[in-house]
């Protein structure tokens, strides 16, 4: 196991309404990015956070949107829920640059919009 | 762009024989490559990663994938499957100047007992 963690493991929200998922990062990793996995689908990064600054986005519109914190834990926000946002959000943690480290994976937030 | 295709989305195969899963890539710079393993209803874990040097990459699991560089291709192999083997598995890339991984969409692998 990693030492990656999110909260909750599965969350059902209604459609319009907000969430936040969390991740702790792997001791002494500073960069964390957020992928969002689909059904049947692979995961689709997101955005990156390295040091409280973002660090890259993906094609995700701005109701998606991410903080982290002094000790490297990250929150992933998304307003305005649609449908097809039901999805598994994947973070994960990487010491610095990728080519040095791989990034640990956390077991996911399973979210579900109805 | 980047973008990585896994040629089969399903691959059945019986226990102890050989098994490949196709991947190929495009990018327009080097890349760095890699196979995550997705076990049901848990995130990714690593099988395996090319950086540079060895073309052919050892992994964990006995996995083994060679990089192909003329072909754009980073193919993954195991010589005997098991049925623990039984997972998703993801091919993925990365650019030397940028930090995001891009996964293929995926080989959903089957061990026939």
């Known amino acids: 196991e990693t030492g990656v963690t999110q909260s909750p493991t599965h969350l059902i929200k209604t459609r319009g309404q907000q969430v936040t998922l969390r991740c702790s990062s792997q001791s002494g990793h500073n960069t964390v990015s957020w992928y969002q996995q689909a059904l049947g689908q692979g995961p689709q990064f997101i955005f990156q956070?390295?040091?409280?600054?973002?660090?890259g986005r993906g094609n995700f519109p701005p109701r998606f949107s991410g903080l982290q914190f002094p000790n490297y834990s990250s929150e992933l926000n998304v307003n305005a829920l649609e449908l097809d946002d039901s999805a598994l959000y994947l973070c994960?943690?990487?010491?610095?640059?990728?080519?040095?480290?791989?990034?640990?994976f956390g077991q996911g937030t399973r979210l579900t919009v109805v | 762009a980047q973008s990585v295709t896994q040629l089969d989305s399903q691959v059945p195969v019986f226990e102890e024989a050989p098994v490949e899963l196709r991947c190929n890539y495009s990018?327009?710079?080097?890349?760095?490559l890699f196979w995550y393993v997705q076990y049901p209803n848990q995130g990714l874990q690593l099988l395996l990663k090319?950086?540079?040097?060895?073309?052919l990459v050892k992994g964990i699991n006995g996995f083994e994938a060679e990089f192909n560089k003329s072909q754009t291709s980073f193919h993954l192999r195991k010589p005997s499957v098991h049925i623990s083997d039984t997972a998703e598995y993801f091919c993925a890339v990365s650019e030397n100047r940028d930090d995001k991984i891009i996964f293929g969409k995926g080989t959903r692998l089957h061990i026939l007992p």
């Open positions: 994960a943690s990487t010491l610095g640059r990728l080519r040095n480290t791989e990034a640990f």
């Open positions: 956070y390295y040091r409280e600054e973002e660090n």
């Open positions: 090319y950086l540079s040097g060895s073309t």
């Open positions: 990018s327009s710079v080097s890349v760095y």
